[in-house]
């Protein structure tokens, strides 16, 4: 059991939910106030998303990343900061009878370059990578990430020094991981998310979370969740089998059956379940020391 933990709260995510919660943090002010709330309510981390201020369509506009970044360094308020840098590896293919008729609107495929600009530019203490390819819920849409873009978004990534938040949604992605960090890509000790309920990968299960956290590397420091109604559940049972949580609007949208959360509810339930299990949340400060993150201006 894992007697320390830190909670990460993902904000905002580049899903459509924008029509599914009345809340949904959309602007970089939404963003940055709903970070800066669950940071309040005990979040140790924000992994952030932005979208387009004016239709709630995901976006990897370095200006509106900045905008965001710039209000929560502005504020009083200390928390690390984790930004995607999974954007860009969006592929959705035609119909089955016509799979190269791509569907341009949700296509959005970018050189190695693009995907991280603004990680160059902003120097956040964490970014995520996304180590695989797979097949991202009930369509044609497929979330890309070929062996030969990782080795380069993780040699870029290593290069402004900032951490990368190496993210798992399947078994073969930690194996890609693995094969990363024996290239020297990714320096000890690595720092996973698994990421379990997203069809089809992983399910968000025990039996599959501690399956994922015996294939991981002897020096990893993890953190897990569930996806809608098991983000709970997946707390608790990351605490069990000694990882990190993470909870957040981008995973759930519910704080009880059909009552709307905020994400520092979200939090606030999280850090409910943690104490609840004798175990203690940590504070920005320790989870820099727990992740060993170098911390950037």
């Not at 849409?141 to 978004?153: H, R």
């Not at 997203?198 to 991981?216: H, T, V």
């Not at 420091?221 to 608790?236: D, E, N, T, Y």
Request: aromatic share 4%; proline share 7%.
């Amino acid at each position: 059991m894992n007697n320390e933990v830190v909670i990460t709260c993902a904000i905002t995510g580049s899903g459509d939910t924008v029509g599914r919660h009345p809340n949904i943090p959309i602007t970089p002010q939404q963003i940055a106030d709903a970070a800066l709330e669950a940071a309040r309510a005990g979040a140790a981390v924000v992994h952030l998303h932005v979208r387009d201020p004016e239709t709630g369509a995901p976006s990897r506009d370095p200006d509106l990343f900045k905008q965001t970044v710039d209000i929560i360094r502005s504020s009083d308020t200390d928390v690390v900061i984790n930004l995607t840098a999974g954007m860009g590896g969006d592929l959705t293919l035609g119909p089955p009878d016509n799979p190269m008729a791509i569907d341009q609107a949700g296509t959005d495929m970018a050189p190695w370059h693009e995907r991280v600009s603004y990680v160059d530019q902003l120097r956040p203490e964490i970014c995520t990578l996304d180590c695989g390819t797979m097949n991202f819920g009930h369509g044609d849409y497929i979330m890309t990430n070929t062996p030969t873009m990782l080795a380069k978004l993780a040699e870029a990534i290593a290069s402004y020094g900032v951490k990368p938040e190496i993210e798992v949604f399947d078994a073969g992605h930690i194996t890609m991981a693995n094969a990363l960090i024996d290239r020297g890509l990714i320096q000890a000790p690595p720092l996973f998310q698994l990421c379990l309920g997203i069809p089809y990968g992983a399910q968000a299960s025990p039996n599959m979370m501690r399956a994922m956290r015996d294939e991981l590397p002897t020096d990893a420091v993890w953190s897990g969740f569930g996806i809608s109604r098991l983000q709970m559940p997946m707390v608790a049972q990351a605490i069990l089998l000694g990882g990190n949580v993470r909870v957040g609007l981008e995973d759930n949208l519910y704080l009880d059956k059909g009552v709307f959360a905020s994400n520092a509810q979200l939090v606030e339930r999280a850090r409910q379940i943690i104490e609840l299990m004798g175990a203690r949340v940590l504070t920005p400060a320790e989870a820099r020391e727990k992740f060993h993150l170098t911390k950037q201006v």
